[in-house]
């Protein structure tokens, strides 16, 4: 005897009751955060790249005008000499990482401290920028810095680092390594020590010595952590700001012309020519030009990152 009741397959079900209870309260958990987001980044975004198709002026609301930014900005030839200091500094911040590999492993074969010397490393970390600026200022002055002084005790003259556009991408970048060891050393230090020991210990009976396991097993083994520091370093580095501010002083600096980053060209745009939708354009390419060599660096990292 067949049943004459059919059972509503694939007709949907609507949920009462606690699930639907329980949806809402999750949406009404994640709201603060979303309305965050959408207040703090995704309306600041849409409001910039607007802005960068306007001439905004000081007062007043902006007027559109095309692509008329980006061709004054891609034809300006101060806008590619910011790019290529910044890209030179991104380079040689880059260095700094080689560096930091180098300081985790002698840190993490040290058995009495380990501690007090990462503290050590990533306390210009802490510190606040316009402060190591400073410091860096002075040690740099070219009539009564520390390191002329230096210099000259083993007869080498010194240089105005911070006054000559010869030598000023370079102090930035010696800076910007001093401030960014911190954390890439306590990064890699966290990867060393995920690195199992007993590969060490099979390698050793093998006959492999130190820097035969260094350059086999753990820079192999330590590339996923080197991936994300170098990701971090650059875009970090795209961004520089502070240190240009901080350590060329004023206008009145004869290397600041020849010494801008593209951040820095966006701040004379936004906040000294008062020129709200030529900083907007600046931005938005600047974030482009960071999204591409992102792209590139996750494109490049299949060949030499190992995740086994």
């Avoid at 699930?19 to 309305?35: F, K, S, Y």
Wanted: glycine share 8%; hydrophobic share 55%.
């Amino acid at each position: 005897m067949t049943s004459n009741v059919s059972s509503p397959v694939g007709r949907p079900r609507r949920r009462t009751g606690l699930g639907a209870r329980t949806d809402w309260w999750a949406l009404a958990m994640i709201a603060p955060a979303l309305i965050g987001l959408a207040a703090l980044y995704l309306w600041p975004f849409v409001s910039t790249f607007l802005k960068s198709f306007m001439n905004v002026p000081v007062f007043g609301p902006g007027k559109f005008n095309g692509v008329d930014n980006y061709t004054k900005l891609l034809t300006d030839p101060e806008f590619w000499q910011a790019l290529g200091n910044t890209a030179l500094y991104t380079v040689l911040v880059l260095i700094g990482i080689p560096l930091a590999i180098v300081f985790a492993a002698l840190i993490q074969q040290v058995s009495r401290g380990r501690a007090v010397y990462r503290v050590l490393f990533f306390l210009p970390v802490v510190t606040l920028p316009v402060a190591v600026g400073m410091v860096w200022r002075f040690i740099l002055n070219g009539d009564f810095g520390i390191l002329n002084f230096v210099l000259s005790l083993v007869g080498i003259p010194g240089e105005y680092w911070v006054a000559d556009a010869r030598f000023t991408i370079y102090a930035f970048a010696v800076v910007g390594i001093w401030m960014g060891l911190g954390v890439n050393l306590i990064i890699l230090g966290a990867g060393l020590q995920s690195i199992p020991t007993e590969l060490y210990e099979a390698s050793s009976l093998d006959g492999a010595n130190r820097v035969q396991q260094f350059f086999s097993i753990t820079l192999p083994l330590l590339s996923p952590s080197i991936f994300f520091v170098t990701i971090l370093t650059t875009i970090s580095a795209f961004q520089m700001f502070d240190l240009v501010f901080v350590m060329l002083g004023s206008v009145n600096n004869t290397a600041l012309p020849d010494s801008k980053t593209i951040v820095y060209l966006f701040y004379d745009a936004a906040f000294v020519q008062f020129k709200q939708g030529f900083a907007a354009t600046i931005a938005i390419v600047l974030l482009v030009i960071i999204m591409i060599v992102t792209a590139i660096q996750f494109r490049l990292q299949k060949r030499w990152v190992t995740y086994d």
